[in-house]
């Protein structure tokens, strides 16, 4: 087989980026502020709903009351395992908490 | 001109940045480095070759072929051609390919979640109609195996076009523990000729003369070899005996999954010579599946359906592969030749 465009040696190979663009694509965005304690801060906890992950993190906040003072703790489990949260679980998350905690159970 | 089509050359309206290289084994390495390869080496994938086979598939290289929301990724013609001609395909192939890009991007089959999985699930490409016989892909002997152009190169350059465009690399989207060799490349075609069985696409509602591709997401692969059963029953008890212990597991998404069955040939014959046919296969599978008790609830099929049979390999090994599913369903597709197509 010729491969179409290599037989020019002395031409050299133009060849084509096959990806979909850099692997970190430029957003605008940036990371949230981390705050330095939990105090008055309402947490979110999202899970998966995986295996004992909605017992973990209700553990989670109960460990962190224990060093802090949160404002409230909101839990959203996905409505499914394999796909992102739906719309208004992130509206309640972007709404309501100020920091949030993701996990999964296997 | 491209090549024998009469249309305008497309070159110019390929969008991929171009890089210039001084001979093969330089642009091999730099690829390799710059993380587009599956490890192996490629083709180049130059502007000439791009434009062959978007000529073969009829599109126009803005064509879009999916798109994958979680990850700000839209899959096109163009990018498809790329990483097919990177994977070592022939150009006859890529109607083939775009099939099995278009199917993975069904929203059902759940690309975000079966490519970046912890679990490693693979894409398992089943090929049935004229298709298999016009480009040579292998349905017998050793047919999951190397050996095979258009197997091992459409399966890689779907492969290829995960990792590439839909952003699958390690350690980014591709979260798996182990990850599998399947990941290579896993392509066959369906033996329509071995027996009477309706084919698998025929079964999902193409015609005979239709060619199309079924793209399964596996997150198990087992083998049952069984060289004592001698009637069908016996030979399905013993697949029941793996699918009712590991389960077929769907979630809320997908709501009711499939498991691919592939049969090999001398399998095939038991069923054959009992006047077994698929629907009979799946029907005593469900009600042995629902007659398990507490395990019918592990088996999220949703019906007899989602028993997807497939015959295929060789004579001489008695043996069935089980795919059991990842959080998907399995798609089917249509592979359209390019004189079905246009370019707009």
Not at chain 1, 26 to 38: I, Q
Not at chain 2, 53 to 71: Q, S, Y
Not at chain 2, 311 to 322: E, K, Q, V
């Amino acid at each position: 087989m010729t491969i179409q465009g290599t037989d020019r040696r002395s031409e050299g190979i133009v060849a084509l980026d096959p990806t979909s663009g850099p692997l970190e694509k430029p957003t605008g965005r940036k990371l949230a502020a981390r705050p330095s304690d939990l105090d008055g801060q309402v947490i979110g906890l999202v899970t998966n709903g995986l295996g004992r992950s909605q017992e973990f993190m209700t553990a989670l906040s109960g460990e962190l009351a224990k060093i802090s003072r949160p404002g409230g703790v909101i839990h959203v489990v996905k409505n499914s395992v394999s796909i992102a949260p739906e719309r208004a679980d992130w509206a309640r998350l972007t709404s309501e908490a100020s920091v949030a905690i993701t996990g999964f159970g296997g | 001109m491209a090549a024998g089509s009469g249309l305008a050359s497309v070159i110019g309206m390929l969008r991929a940045a171009r890089h210039d290289y001084p001979d093969y084994a330089s642009l091999v390495e730099d690829y390799y480095e710059r993380g587009w390869t599956d490890g192996l080496p490629i083709v180049p994938p130059t502007p000439e070759s791009v434009e062959c086979f978007l000529d073969h598939a009829g599109l126009a290289p803005d064509a879009i072929l999916g798109a994958v929301p979680t990850r700000d990724v839209v899959v096109t013609a163009e990018h498809a051609a790329i990483n097919a001609v990177m994977a070592g395909c022939r150009p006859d192939y890529f109607p083939t390919v775009v099939a099995a890009v278009r199917a993975h991007l069904h929203e059902k089959a759940n690309c975000h979640s079966t490519t970046g999985t912890l679990s490693g699930a693979s894409q398992i490409v089943v090929v049935n109609g004229p298709v298999r016989n016009e480009i040579g892909i292998e349905c017998r002997g050793a047919c999951f195996g190397p050996g095979f152009r258009a197997n091992a190169t459409i399966g890689r350059a779907l492969r290829l076009v995960i990792r590439n465009v839909c952003r699958a690399v390690p350690g980014v989207f591709d979260r798996a523990s182990l990850s599998t060799p399947f990941r290579y490349s896993f392509c066959f075609g369906e033996d329509e000729e071995a027996n009477d069985w309706k084919p698998l696409h025929v079964e999902r509602g193409f015609a005979p003369d239709q060619s199309a591709v079924t793209v399964h997401s596996t997150m198990i692969v087992c083998e049952v070899m069984d060289y004592t059963s001698r009637t069908p029953e016996a030979i399905c008890d013993g697949w029941l005996a793996e699918i009712l212990r590991r389960g077929i597991f769907a979630d809320r998404f997908v709501a009711e999954a499939n498991i691919l069955i592939v049969v090999s040939a001398e399998h095939q014959r038991y069923f054959a010579q009992a006047g077994w046919s698929k629907a009979d296969v799946r029907d005593y599978l469900w009600k042995q599946c629902q007659a398990s008790g507490e395990n019918a609830k592990r088996i999220m099929l949703g019906g007899p359906e989602g028993f997807l049979i497939v015959g295929a390999g060789g004579p001489g090994h008695a043996t069935t592969w089980l795919f059991f599913p990842h959080l998907a369903w399995a798609i089917t597709q249509a592979i359209d030749p390019a004189s079905a197509t246009r370019r707009t």
